[in-house]
């Protein structure tokens, strides 16, 4: 995935492709194809605390700045400014940026003389590494100079007491995390090494543009906490900067090394794709996979989010089974199990504490598992999950947190509490839902019925009856099949109160493996001509009065339109699946998503789009259950 200088040299387009390169634990490093941070987020160093949503940023960047044969400095960085200023235009001097691997690297030029950039993170720590080096001509005096700051990722921080000081030649501690600089010729350090300059001055008012259009705070102030200095005289020469945080004392290998490592660790993720849209949503799905202390986990988004149960379990096949990660899903699921309280997970913690406002992230865990144990022939599995399950199946029949319980009358799925959103679209402004969808909801009920049959299958599996489930199944399917469909032909999005509305949400109906409709291609059709999109389908029908074209503004104006016409790219999932299901094409589906790839989050899947044309991308620009569904979606069009 290579971009030139048209693309490079023009902020609108250059800063609107972003990269973003992971490290296991929540962390990451994450930028623009031009260099232009855009977002409070935008660091070399974004530390995980105790939960992937804790994070700090750390080390903002390194500027370059080279004097060719002793010439004027040249400014290779790029930054906005409070009152519009672009200083430096170092982007103008961009050649190319590329995504090699899935890590970013940019070349800059100045007539003869070419500089190269790369850098990786050091998967499982919180540690970047940042190579610049001499590609041709020369020889260049190179300055890396370090804007530091340490605050909380949601924040910003502005001129005062950082504490920065000199650790040993060529290191230098900032707050929480160390920098190390190395002059190498060859990949091999140099004896000169790189010279550090310690310097102090506070760069006030660097401008974040997305922030300002999402209605943040937009300004923030970096300390240019010194330089590394290095002489390049031949091609190959590098200064080399390292960056980490953790324990300090413990110095990572050499910045060549973790490149060299972090690449191979790539080409072994991707060895068994079978084309290019595999590896890079393979690649792509690795960014989503953690290990915390509680054992595997998933980032929901990048930058701003931290595990959410919900996505986790959407998720699973995609990020697990299709990535040849099942021993990892295994355990994952394994440690949400021992979570599960009153029969239900946890949706999230992100907001420092624990939520339960969920009604259907646990019966996307049924489905989860009984995917895994399917595919992975995991019987073991079946058989020690099967207490949690039962006790899933136990709450849900006598009553849990939410007012989520059975009707008994029909046996379907009831749910709803006040001031509550409580399945997928849990937008809330002011404190009150946007889309409640309180009462009889179409997607919990298909996950419903589709977790009876789960559990009923897997209880066979274990050698165990499951006559009692499989008679509960039946009488909720017919229920189902009886009272959903509408006079137009379509599933009521919400029963008791009814709620017509034409939705994405009926496609779980259709689409998951005990779907408790059968597939008709006239209602399928008519789903996707109201709903599809090249990005995925809307949330709601352009034609309902309370559709909203664009996702956009402050954060109420989003929230108002995040399920009300947005898109959502993970729905393509569902979407193929039920067309799969009613002997109607997929294999074109995925044109557009896969176009995508270069024009947002690269490499990635966004989290929402407009539901107006050109569908310009919104929310997350790395998804996990957008990359995780397009990967699935993808893998079976092409068995097809």
Same mark, same amino acid.
């Given at each position: ?32 194809? &031009? ?15 105790? %939960?992937?949503?804790?994070? !700090? ?7 370059? +700045?080279?004097?060719?044969? @002793?010439?004027?400095?040249?400014? =290779? ?21 590329? #995504? ?9 030029r100045i007539g003869a003389t070419v500089l190269e950039r790369e850098l990786a993170v050091r998967h499982g720590s919180s540690c970047v590494a940042v190579i610049t080096r001499l590609v ?28 920065? !000081? ?23 350090p140099a004896p000169d090494g790189a010279r550090w300059s310690p310097d102090g001055t506070w760069l006030l008012g660097v401008h974040h543009r997305m922030e300002a259009a999402r209605g ?31 324990? =300090? ?31 890079? $949503? ?9 290990? %915390? ?73 049924? !489905?989860?598992?009984?995917? !895994? ?19 899933? $199946? ?14 008994? &009358?029909? @046996? ?29 909801? +179409?997607?919990?009920?298909? $996950? ?46 919400? #029963? ?5 509305? =034409? ?86 589906? =995925? ?10 989050? $690269?490499? &990635? +899947? ?35």
């Open positions: 995935m290579r971009f030139g200088t048209q693309t490079c040299g023009d902020l609108a387009l250059g800063a609107a492709r972003e990269w973003v390169v992971a490290d296991g634990r929540g962390g990451y490093a994450m930028g623009t194809a &031009s260099g232009l941070r855009t977002r409070r987020y935008h660091a070399l160093l974004v530390v995980a605390g105790d %939960t992937p949503a804790s994070r !700090h940023v750390g080390l903002a960047a390194l500027d370059p +700045v080279v004097r060719v044969g @002793g010439g004027a400095p040249v400014r =290779l960085a790029v930054h906005e400014w409070a009152d519009g200023t672009i200083a430096p235009q170092g982007h103008l001097l961009l050649e190319e940026f590329a #995504l090699v691997d899935g890590l970013p690297r940019w070349r800059w041709c001509g020369g020889p260049v005096e190179l300055s890396l100079e370090a804007l530091c700051t340490w605050r909380d990722q949601h924040g910003e921080r502005h001129a005062g007491h950082l504490p920065v !000081h000199e650790a040993a030649a060529g290191a230098v501690v900032a707050d929480a995390y160390r920098l190390r600089g190395a002059f190498t010729r060859g990949g091999v943040y705070v937009p300004h923030e102030d970096l300390l240019l906490a010194g330089r590394f200095t290095a002489l390049l005289a031949e091609p190959g020469d590098a200064l080399e900067v390292t960056a980490w945080a953790g324990d =300090l004392g413990v110095e990572p290998p050499p910045a060549t090394d973790i490149v060299e490592a972090e690449r191979a660790r790539r080409w072994s993720l991707a060895a068994g794709a079978a084309d290019t849209v595999t590896t890079t $949503l393979t690649l792509a799905a690795d960014a989503f996979v953690v290990t %915390t202390a509680a054992g595997p986990d998933v980032v929901a988004g990048y930058p701003w989010f931290g595990a959410w149960s919900r996505d986790t379990m959407t998720s699973y096949e995609g990020l697990f089974l299709a990535t040849g990660r099942a021993e990892q899903g295994r355990e994952l699921l394994r440690a949400y199990a021992a979570t599960l309280s009153e029969g239900m997970l946890a949706n999230t913690a992100d907001g420092g504490t624990v939520g339960y406002n969920t009604a259907d992230a646990t019966l996307w865990f049924l !489905h989860a598992v009984d995917r !895994h144990v399917r595919a992975a022939d995991d019987d073991d599995l079946a058989a020690e999950l099967l207490p949690a399950l039962d006790g899933i $199946l136990a709450a849900h029949l006598r009553g849990t947190r939410y007012g989520i319980k059975v009707d008994e &009358s029909d @046996g379907l799925l009831v749910q709803g509490a006040d001031g509550e959103a409580l399945t997928w679209m849990d937008a809330r402004v002011d404190g009150m839902p946007v889309t409640q969808r309180a009462g009889k909801a +179409v997607d919990v009920n298909a $996950l419903w019925c589709n977790g009876l049959a789960a559990l009923a299958a897997l209880r066979e599996r274990a050698g165990r009856h499951a006559d009692d489930v499989r008679r509960r199944h039946a009488v909720t399917e017919a229920a189902f099949r009886r009272r959903f469909p509408a006079p137009a032909g379509h599933l009521h999005d919400v #029963l008791d109160p009814d709620d017509a509305a =034409l939705r994405p949400n009926q496609l779980l109906a259709y689409a998951l493996p005990y779907a408790p409709m059968e597939p008709d291609p006239v209602v399928l059709r008519r789903i996707a001509d109201a709903l599809l999109t090249p990005l995925g389908p809307r949330s709601l029908d352009p034609a309902d009065p309370a559709y909203r074209p664009h996702h956009g503004g402050d954060l109420r104006e989003r929230d108002r339109a995040y399920h009300q016409g947005t898109v959502w790219p993970w729905l393509i999932g569902p979407m193929s699946d039920a067309l799969r299901r009613a002997g109607l094409p997929t294999r074109d589906l =995925l044109t557009g998503l896969v176009a995508h790839l270069g024009d947002h989050g $690269l490499g &990635s +899947v966004s989290e929402t789009a407009d539901g107006a044309a050109p569908h310009r991308a919104t929310g997350c620009p790395f998804q996990a259950w957008s990359v995780a569904e397009t990967l699935r979606a993808h893998l079976t069009s092409t068995d097809q």
